[in-house]
Each structure stands twice: as C-alpha cells, then as structure tokens.
C-alpha cells in the first residue's frame, strides 16, 4: 500500500487489559491503523491512558498512548467507525451491539457473539469467505455496522493446523488436550497461589468454546438456496480437554486426529509447510510469512523459545508420529494474546478492510 493512503481512524474498547495492551503495541507503527480513541470500564473513564492501565508488555508503553485520555465506554457518537473489543463476554454482549447499531464496524475479540449464526467468526488463513455473513446482520442493515469475531484463542492454534489436514485428506476425529497460558485468564487473572507449581484441569466454558468454534471455523458458507447466509459445521468428531498451566504466554495442545484419507508423515508435513490459506495474494500486513511452522527437533516447539515465531502470528506444530488410537498425534504451539487474540483481530480487520467493509 502505498503511502500517501490515508490510515484508518480507530478505537479500542477494553484497552487497558492484557488484550488491549497488545492492541495498544500491535497497532502502534501500523500501516492501515491509527488509533484515535480509547475505552475501558467506568473505573478508567477520565483518566489518562498511563495511570489506568498496569503495562504488562516488555516493550515500552508508547507515550503518546500513556497520554490519552480514557472514553465513556458509551459514548459511540465520538468514537471512530472501527472498533477493537477486548471486553469480557458480559459487558461485549451490552456494549458491542451499541457500536454496531452506532454504524461502527466491530472486530471483536469475545465470546459474546462468535456463535451467533449471522456473525462471522474468522481466521483470515482459513475461512474469509464466511465474511459475506455480515450482509445477514440487523445492524448492517440498519446503519451499515456490524460485528465479527475471532476465535477462542486455544481453538486459534488448533484450527490453523487442523486447516491444512482438513483440506488435503479430510479430518473424521480431533482429540485436543490443552496447557494454557495464565496470560490467557486476562490481568491479574489467576491468583498466584492457585498456579505456581500447579496444573489447573478446569477453565470456565473452554471446552465447550473450542469444540463449537473449531467447527464452525472449518465450516462451509451455506443456506437455503445456495443464499451463503448460514455456517454449515465441519461434520468430524471432535473433543477438547483444557488446563491452565504456570506459562506466561503460549497455548500447548497435545491433538490427535483420524483422517478421512491416508496420508503418510511426509504429506502432512508438507501440506503444513505449503499452507498459505485463502488470503496469501492480498499481503495483508499482519500476514505471517509462514502460517504453521513445522520443527523437526523432537523436544520442539516450546513456549519459551517458539512462541515469538513469525511475530507471534506462526503456529509452531512439532512431534507428528502415528497414534495407536486414532491416526496421527502432534503437538501445536500458539501465542494466545497475539494471534489468539490482538494480533488476529487486527489481522481480520486488515481483512475487512482489503475487502471494502471498512473504508479509510
Ligand atoms: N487473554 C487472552 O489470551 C485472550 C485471548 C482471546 C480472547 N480473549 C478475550 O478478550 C477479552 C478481554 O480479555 P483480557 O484478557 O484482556 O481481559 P482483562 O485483562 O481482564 O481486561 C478486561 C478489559 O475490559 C474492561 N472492562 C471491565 N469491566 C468493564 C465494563 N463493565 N465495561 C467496559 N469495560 C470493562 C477492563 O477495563 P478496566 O481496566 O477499566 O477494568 C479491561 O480493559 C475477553 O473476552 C477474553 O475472553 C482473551
């Protein structure tokens, strides 16, 4: 892009928590992008920037950020026409709608409205053609805004490899057991005392979240008629166990899978090494160079040397072997507050945006 194109006025809902921080950095030299209004809870509004928020990053909080001063979180007169959310799924349902019905084009990040039928839920790698769903929208209709969402952000790293199977050889079962970063609960999330030389076997909803959302991430654009207005779920059987476990940033998942057709070791990897996705032409600027990274090593990959991958935006899979159960087993790697959450919802409004449904 060329850069006399003027960038995009945006704003972000929920800035001050662990996903806003990284909205916050990830958007900071963006091309595309450029923040111009900030919102968090009724405890933040009026402040400025630097003294609400705890900065938990390792990069440096940007001044000009730590200067501006907090939003109404209601206020959706003053706010720019694309909203970043990063709001528990409780206040998302309440305040997420009221942007929309503002005319805002809203990327969020909940889990408030990803099952909605009429709301795309989108990896730009994996299903953009599910974008016309927002044609479906009330809101769309009403004021030209609407909602998209990205996944769940242990579904993130599952799907991206998952993708890449489905399409060469078909998936029959997916079996997912998770180990999921603490930075994932949000800040200060999980008390100390609970996490510290523990494994929690429990997170609130998980299991549930990526189980749907997996399906209906590899799903295909239907509807009565041929009218591509309804996800038709991937019809394979799928089971997901989630933990939490004393990592910082990094979602682990141990998967299995039974495919539909036979495929040796070295199809499977190739197909994860040729994977560019539905979007490779549009050289959108969050795209990593690589999607799914394969690492031969046997100990690989490892949150604390791979996560950072591809600018946090590569999933890192390692140790595809055959299972005695089902067919293969592997281990994927995923940045949970980057591509599972800030990182994929700029990626998808870098997408609507080279799709025409955000304008400059
Ligand atoms: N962390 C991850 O890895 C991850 C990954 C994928 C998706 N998500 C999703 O992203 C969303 C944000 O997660 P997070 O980890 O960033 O949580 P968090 O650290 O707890 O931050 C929550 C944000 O919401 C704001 N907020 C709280 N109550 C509010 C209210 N009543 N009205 C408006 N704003 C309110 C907070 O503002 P104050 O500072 O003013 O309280 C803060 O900015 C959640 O839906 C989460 O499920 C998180």
């Known amino acids: 892009m060329s850069p006399e194109i003027k960038k995009t006025p945006v704003g972000i809902v929920g800035a001050t928590g662990v996903v806003g921080q990284r909205f916050i950095q990830l958007l900071e030299n963006h091309p595309w992008f450029e923040v111009a209004w900030l919102a968090a809870s009724d405890r933040s509004e009026g402040k400025l920037y630097g003294e609400a928020t705890k900065w938990r990053l390792k990069t440096k909080l940007p001044e000009r950020f730590a200067a501006m001063r907090i939003s109404p979180n209601t206020d959706t007169a003053a706010a720019p026409k694309v909203i ?7 206040f998302a349902a309440d305040l997420e709608p009221r942007f929309a019905e503002a005319g805002c084009a809203v990327v969020s990040n909940s889990s408030a409205f990803r099952m909605h039928a009429d709301v795309p839920l989108v990896i730009p790698e994996v299903n953009a053609d599910h974008l016309p769903l927002i044609e479906t929208q009330s809101w769309r209709k009403m ?4 909602i998209v969402t990205n996944s769940n952000c242990s ?6 490899a998952l993708a890449p199977l489905q399409k060469q050889f ?3 079962t997916v079996m997912a057991v998770t180990m999921q970063a603490v930075s994932g609960a949000g800040y200060p999330g999980v008390p100390s005392l609970d996490i510290l030389g523990n494994v929690i076997p429990y997170i609130a909803k998980e299991e549930e979240k990526m189980e749907e959302e997996t399906q209906k991430l590899l799903g295909r654009l239907d509807g009565p008629g041929g009218g591509r207005s309804a996800v038709i779920p991937a019809p394979f059987a799928m089971s997901a166990s989630c933990n939490r476990v004393a990592v910082e940033d990094g979602h682990m998942e141990s998967i299995a899978v039974k495919l539909e057709k036979p495929a040796t070791a070295e199809e499977i990897i190739a197909a994860w090494k040729d994977y560019k996705g539905g979007v490779w032409d549009l050289k959108l600027p969050s795209a990593p160079e690589q999607a799914v990274i394969y690492m ?10 791979d996560v950072d991958r591809g600018a946090g935006m590569s999933t890192s899979v390692g140790r595809l072997r055959p299972c005695k159960v089902l067919d293969w087993k592997f281990t994927v790697l995923s940045h949970n507050t980057i591509r599972g959450a800030a990182g994929a919802a700029v990626f998808n409004a870098e997408l609507l945006r080279a799709k025409g449904y955000i304008s400059q």
Do not use: C, I
């Open 170 to 172: 078909g998936l029959r």
């Open 84 to 90: 970043f959310a990063a709001l528990d799924a409780a």
């Open 155 to 160: 579904a993130m790293g599952l799907v991206l």
């Open 143 to 146: 004021s030209g805004g609407f």
């Open 296 to 305: 031969t090593a046997p100990d690989r990959p490892q949150p604390r040397f």
